[in-house]
């Protein structure tokens, strides 16, 4: 079992022991996200924390997103839950970077791939995306690699 993993299982068992209830049904939803990504596999594939990342970071977008909605629905309530659900995520990722520091990512990346117009982009995203995953969002990265190819 994966580091992640375990975290996310002593989390559930302690999530019990306190009886916080939003906790424990939002890392049991982990868990089994976990175990479909297991299945899909295979029986005996450990899943990897990097994979993990992403699964988590794809349910903590989720959440904002949901929230979003509620809100201009003016659901505050489950508004609310869903921002409380995206925070327990958010424990469990890698802290997220800022965007001078995506930037400065960006630049050394275009440097090293040797990137000189829009042509590249795809190239670009992949070695960007591959090394700040879990730390950015897609479309952040993607805006910095834009611009910076663009000058």
């Not at 659900?85 to 970077?97: G, H, T, V, Y």
């Amino acid at each position: 079992m994966s580091t992640l993993q375990s975290q996310i299982t002593d989390g559930i068992k302690d999530a019990m022991r306190s009886k916080d209830k939003v906790r424990l049904a939002t890392l049991r939803d982990v868990k089994s996200k976990f175990m479909l990504e297991q299945s899909k596999a295979g029986a005996s594939v450990e899943i990897k924390d990097e994979e993990a990342i992403k699964i988590i970071s794809k349910l903590h977008r989720q959440r904002i997103d949901t929230s979003e909605v509620y809100k201009e629905q003016s659901r505050e309530d489950l508004a609310s839950d869903e921002v409380a659900q995206a925070e327990i995520l958010s424990e469990f990722l890698p802290k997220a970077l800022s965007d001078n520091e995506i930037e400065t990512k960006v630049i050394e990346i275009i440097a090293k791939t040797g990137a000189s117009g829009m042509g590249d982009m795809g190239r670009v995203m992949g070695m960007a995306s591959a090394a700040m995953a879990g730390q950015a969002d897609g479309k952040v990265i993607s805006g910095f690699v834009r611009t910076q190819l663009l000058k």
